[in-house]
């Protein structure tokens, strides 16, 4: 098939390098425009923008799939089919009209559960035991076109979300592949979104606020656990540094971590924060949070016991 490959982070790459090494035959890839990167803030293109640059692949970046340019451009390519992972906007239906078949979603959940941009994060955020990837013919509405097929990834409650990702990356391109193998002899299943006893399966899944990240020490150790690997490595989970030097406002050093883990720890108030031999701990509403990774504010990533011994003893808490 002449294929028209749609996605912008480095997470679609596995799906765009799957099709490219198949016998389809990708004729252009589409993506969001070159955004600030950085410290210089330079316009920078797309992780797939810059490979289908190196492998001399025509790259097209719509201000917005809606732009009569586009459309006109895609329809002179002709596809019979568009492939999209991760691309960041929604596909206007004239535009989805264009190829034959349609276009061929993959998205990182198994729908209806997790309709939106954070799939994998509220997965993990919600203590899901499973997981993982769809292939779906887009429809205008969000995440809600009939289902082509799945697959499953069991969670057991340690992964980060970038983990995640990365593995359904991979499984995902195989799944989509073979999507648009069998494109012209399959017909897409209408996603189900009612249980047997007339409850909604549908689950929202928006991009994670920044207040959603800020970690509540008053709650319990594993929500606040979920908090932390579902924001990992973005945006990543926050809370505020205070120290006996701070300032009298109230307003403490934001403070990110990175890894945390669960420990057995019950004798610390909830932000009280206790550095031992090879460990860290910070209280929370039951047992407390050992911090395996943390990025102090202005300073790179680092492991949680090399933080604390910088502390030096000092009294310091979250809050």
């Not at 809600?144 to 969670?155: D, I, N, R, S």
């Amino acid at each position: 098939m002449r294929v028209v490959f749609a996605g912008t982070p480095a997470v679609a790459l596995p799906s765009l390098q799957a099709l490219v090494a198949s016998g389809h035959e990708v004729v252009a890839v589409v993506t969001r425009p070159d955004s600030p990167r950085g410290r210089s803030k330079r316009p920078m293109p797309s992780e797939v923008a810059a490979w289908a640059s190196e492998a001399g692949i025509p790259v097209l970046k719509p201000a917005h799939p809606r732009d009569e340019d586009f459309a006109a451009e895609l329809t002179a390519l002709a596809p019979d089919a568009c492939a999209v992972v991760a691309y960041g906007a929604l596909i206007p239906q004239r535009v989805l009209d264009i190829p034959a078949y349609g276009w061929v979603n993959l998205h990182f959940s198994l729908l209806p559960r997790w309709r939106g941009a954070a799939p994998v994060q509220r997965a993990i955020m919600a203590g899901d035991d499973v997981t993982g990837a769809t292939t779906f013919l887009l429809v205008p509405e969000l995440d809600a076109g009939p289902v082509f097929g799945t697959v499953e990834l069991a969670l057991t409650g340690t992964e980060t979300a970038g983990e995640v990702l990365a593995t359904l990356a991979t499984d995902g391109a195989t799944l989509l592949l073979d999507t648009i193998d069998r494109l012209a002899d399959v017909d897409p299943i209408p996603q189900l979104t009612t249980g047997p006893d007339g409850s909604s399966l549908l689950t929202p899944a928006p991009k994670i606020a920044v207040d959603e990240a800020r970690l509540d020490w008053t709650t319990d150790a594993v929500t606040l656990d979920r908090i932390v690997r579902g924001c990992s490595p973005e945006p990543m989970a926050w809370t505020t540094l205070r120290t006996p030097d701070a300032s009298a406002d109230g307003l403490g050093e934001r403070f990110k971590i990175a890894l945390g883990r669960v420990s057995d720890a019950a004798d610390l108030r909830p932000g009280q924060v206790r550095s031992e031999k090879r460990r860290v701990l910070v209280g929370t509403g039951t047992t407390a949070l050992e911090l395996i990774r943390v990025q102090p504010q202005g300073k790179k990533e680092m492991a949680g016991a090399d933080w604390a011994r910088g502390l030096r003893g000092a009294d310091v808490r979250f809050a």
